[in-house]
């Protein structure tokens, strides 16, 4: 093998007067950066041979004039993802003690000639035949379209650092039932178990960088497991990593035939461990429908298979009705796959949809929202791009309802119409790694909403994740990637980047790996404007604002509780109790139910007067489609402060001025449905 020329400085003798000043200037407590000489940046000690980063000059420290810290967000990357799926499916390691040869090789099975490399035929076509031979001479990946190649090397992401990158979302991710139907693996198919030893190799990988800068805490790469701790990282200069889980079955959460497989004690005990190992947001459900909540669909071919691994998996295939508002699931199609469909037991066929019927039946389950307010309690931030639209609006009216900002969405796979909500709970957006024209027409999109409520931008680079990338351009593209450039804070120079005999240009092999993403980022501002590279290095002020007001939210108190309840009528069962208390009772299984009749009335008395600023009201099946909320001093005297004709059932937040009140009533007008009005829980809140 080659050995990689390095292009790092070789530190200069120290006299013993300079020594000396360094030890005081230690004693005396300066900040990292400083304390670690002219070049901290640099690792002191880099395998041979190894990869090159290609980049020369400081690394941005410290925050902007307003204080606040700078960089680029990442909020959905794969790192360890060559662990997932039984170990056998993404081919290479991020690193490795025996060094770059050991760690960037494929898979066994893709030897001689990649015959065998069965899910690369499945994702990219041909015949799935490849140079399997990584380091030195990487013929033939990585690449932007080879979905089963190690794309994370450890100074791959140090290159990405180094370009401005301040925070990386670590996503844990696996798939039992991948897993379980492909030809090659070495471990078990459990998910639990491929999230722990993930988790568990990324503060390895931590400790391993932490060696080659000269020990512990001195490497680029920080694990964070709250917002300061990610905020003096970032103004230290360094990369600030999140640990977050994207699983189909978290907490072995699965449904069979529509049948919960674990119980809210399951759920406690799985969060606990995720917030233990450091995980600090995460999916409740990706691919398949699980125990918690319905997915966001999958379309083609892919979506077929997707939807046969759900067979499988549930005994079930994904149900559609046609959705009820502008938002919708990602249309199914009736595309085959014939690879996957063998797979079915004799008999099964995948059904047809219509192209009317975009939504999944399936929302948010009683479990899944028992899992949504215990991240809530938690302080965790939820990522909503996998979930139905059904699921979705549930969450989003719960965190509206509590005024919880925790909401994310990384990676260009929640519906478009739900952007401003997230924004105004004060939640996150990152869009997918597209091309640079796709990516820049779509941040042009949201930019007005951006600046209304003043945030960042972020991408998802979805590396490792079974996804494809930007492809070239070209070589003779418009406004194509002029190397060497500077970095986007303009401290830095960017060349090439170069690992063992292959030098990837970005114009002509496209974002192949992550080391790339610094060339990306140019390829965006020389397509679209400084302002889309404006946007994304406001992307970490903006993600750790989110994460703060996460962990520092705290549940408003309810006046309602231990209030006095009645009602205009109460519907009478031989079996339950429908009366008013049932609707503040706090228990979310118990209601109140009216009579089967337009104009009825529910109402609180407080017991002395309170200042009231938002109502929520969580309907049973039996909603009201127009009512009003009313609030008295005295019981007497009534003042509408909200009202609606256009009520959809769910949950409702209603918010007004500040309003002195001993007395709330919701007065029904209109019926939703043939029944009467029914609410599980109110809640009267003054802030």
């Known amino acids: 093998m080659t050995r990689a020329e390095r292009p790092y400085r070789t530190r200069k003798n120290v006299t013993v007067v300079s020594l000396l000043l360094l030890v005081l200037a230690v004693a005396l407590g300066p900040t990292p950066s400083s304390a670690a000489g002219t070049d901290w940046w640099n690792p002191t000690a880099r395998p041979a041979p190894d990869s090159r980063i290609n980049v020369t000059g400081e690394p941005f420290t410290g925050t902007d004039a307003r204080g606040e810290v700078r960089g680029f967000v990442d909020a959905h990357d794969h790192i360890f993802s060559n662990e997932a799926f039984g170990g056998r499916l993404i081919c290479g390691k991020p690193f490795s003690e025996q060094g770059v040869a050991d760690a960037l090789k494929d898979c066994p099975e893709h030897y001689p000639d990649g015959s065998l490399a069965i899910f690369d035929f499945i994702t990219r076509g041909g015949d799935g035949k490849h140079d399997p031979v990584g380091w030195p001479t990487f013929k033939d990946w990585p690449a932007h379209d080879s979905l089963t190649h190690q794309q994370n090397y450890y100074a791959w992401v140090e290159r990405a650092w180094r370009g401005g990158q301040r925070v990386l979302v670590n996503d844990l991710v696996t798939n039992g039932v991948i897993c379980s139907v492909y030809f090659f693996k070495d471990r078990s198919c459990d998910e639990m178990t491929s999230i722990r030893l993930q988790a568990r190799l990324t503060y390895e990988m931590q400790d ?101 691994g759900q067979f499988l998996s549930t005994g079930t295939f994904w149900k559609t009705e046609k959705c009820t508002g502008p938002q919708a699931d990602n249309p199914i199609g009736n595309a085959t796959a014939a690879g996957a469909e063998a797979k079915l037991p004799a008999g099964v066929e995948v059904p047809g949809y219509s192209a009317d019927a975009r939504c999944n039946v399936r929302g948010l389950t009683d479990l899944g929202e028992y899992a949504v307010r215990g991240m809530m309690r938690r302080g965790m931030m939820l990522e909503v791009d996998h979930m139905s639209v059904k699921a979705t609006g549930r969450v989003l009216d719960l965190f509206e309802a509590a005024s919880y900002p925790g909401v994310i969405s990384s990676h260009s796979w929640m519906d478009a119409d739900w952007t401003e909500r997230v924004y105004g709970l004060g939640g996150f957006i990152a869009q997918y790694m597209h091309g640079s024209e796709g990516f820049v027409s779509e941040a042009r ?217 001993r007395y709330v009533r919701v007065q029904g007008l209109a019926r939703g449905t043939g029944w009467g009005y029914s609410l599980y829980e109110v809640g009267v809140h003054g802030s």
């Open 208 to 308: 391993y960088i932490d060696r080659l800068y000269g020990g512990p805490g001195k490497g680029f790469f920080r694990i964070v497991t709250d917002s300061a701790q990610a905020r003096q990282v970032i103004e230290q200069g360094k990369l600030a990593v999140v640990l977050g889980v994207e699983t189909s079955e978290p907490f072995g959460c699965k449904q069979i035939l529509d049948i919960a497989q674990c119980s809210r004690a399951d759920i406690d005990k799985g969060l606990d461990e995720l917030y233990a190992l450091g995980v600090r947001s995460m999916f409740l459900c990706h691919k398949f429908d699980n125990a918690l909540c319905g997915v966001r669909f999958d379309s083609g071919s892919l979506g077929t298979a997707i939807n046969v």
């Open 445 to 661: 999109r949201t930019k007005a909403l951006r600046d209304k409520y003043g945030v960042g931008y972020g991408y998802g680079t979805d590396m490792n994740g079974v996804g494809g990338w930007p492809a070239p351009r070209g070589a003779d593209a418009p406004n194509k990637v002029e190397y060497p450039f500077r970095s986007a804070d303009g401290g830095s120079v960017i060349d090439r980047q170069t690992t063992g005999e292959r030098t990837w240009d970005l114009n002509t092999d496209g974002a192949a790996h992550y080391g790339l993403v610094p060339d990306w980022i140019e390829d965006i501002r020389r397509v679209g404007g400084q302002d889309v590279v404006d946007d994304l290095m406001r992307g970490a002020e903006s993600y750790l604002d989110t994460w703060g007001a996460s962990e520092s939210h705290e549940p408003a108190a309810n006046l309602a509780t231990g209030s006095t309840a009645s009602a205009g009528s109460s519907e009478w069962s031989l079996f339950t109790s429908y009366q008013p208390h049932r609707a503040v009772d706090g228990d979310r299984r118990t209601r109140w139910a009216s009579d089967w009749s337009d104009d009825q009335w529910y109402r609180l008395d407080l017991g002395s007067p309170q200042t009231v600023r938002r109502v929520t009201l969580d309907w049973e099946r039996a909603y009201a489609k127009s009512y009003r909320i009313d609030l008295s001093t005295d019981g007497t005297t009534w003042r509408t402060v909200w009202s609606t004709t256009a009520g959809d059932g769910g949950l409702d937040t209603a918010r007004f001025a500040a309003t002195p009140a």
